[in-house]
């Protein structure tokens, strides 16, 4: 009777670790994903043309192109004109549209069993941007500042609304190229 005690408490930690360590796991690849959209979103901008990038009165969109892999797959090619914010309250959706609604960034493509019956729907990273941009009309540097957020899965807060983190990245771009 006592080694069963034992062993019911030996399974219910090890099956209590193991969702625990499923929980983080997951929550770090999406910290990971939203990172990873998020410098490819400032390398692009770096590559926009300064004369673009240093407009004060009408400036145009950042142009961005996301490569992902579909259900089937294969490469898909995404494209967004990113407008300039600003504020820094306002957040832009990114990631696959379907029927003209952001569902996010992919994080998990479809399972489907032998008969081609879907077994688990995708996941979508739910990831909002803010881009602004400071010009130095002084130096002629033009500060681009990339505030990002996304939605940790399966946390709520207390008030059971979604939780999000967010991070900030800088970067600055001169008249003269470097590379």
């Known amino acids: 009777m006592v ?4 062993f019911s408490w030996i399974c219910v930690g090890t099956i209590g ?3 625990q360590v499923r929980k983080s796991t997951e929550s770090n690849i999406c910290a ?16 926009m043309s300064y004369d673009d990038l240093s407009t004060t009165t ?9 490569v992902g892999i579909g259900s089937g797959n294969t490469v898909q090619i995404q494209g967004l004109d990113l407008a300039w914010a600003t504020d820094a309250t306002t957040f832009t959706p990114v990631g696959e549209v379907q029927g003209g609604v952001v569902k996010g960034l992919l994080l998990d493509v479809d399972y489907r069993n032998a ?12 990831f909002s941007v803010n881009l602004q941009k400071q010009v130095d009309n002084v130096s002629g540097n033009v500060g681009i500042i990339l505030t990002y957020k996304w939605q940790i899965p399966d946390r709520k ?9 967010s ?6 771009r001169c008249p003269v190229e470097s590379y």
């Not at 990873?36 to 901008?45: D, F, G, H």
């Not at 009408?58 to 996301?66: C, E, G, K, T, Y």
């Not at 081609?116 to 739910?126: D, E, G, I, M, S």
């Not at 807060?157 to 983190?165: I, K, L, N, Q, R």
Request: proline share 8%; hydrophobic share 45%; no cysteine.
């Open 3 to 6: 080694a069963f005690i034992i």
């Open 17 to 19: 670790t193991l969702l």
């Open 115 to 126: 008969s081609a019956v879907t077994v688990r729907q995708k996941r979508y990273l739910n």
């Open 157 to 165: 807060t207390s008030t059971g609304a979604p939780m999000y983190m």
């Open 58 to 66: 009408s400036p145009p969109p950042a142009p961005l192109q996301f």
């Open 32 to 47: 990971l994903e939203a990172n990873a959209a998020a410098l490819s979103i400032i390398e692009q901008v770096q590559l």
């Open 167 to 172: 991070r900030q990245i800088r970067s600055a």
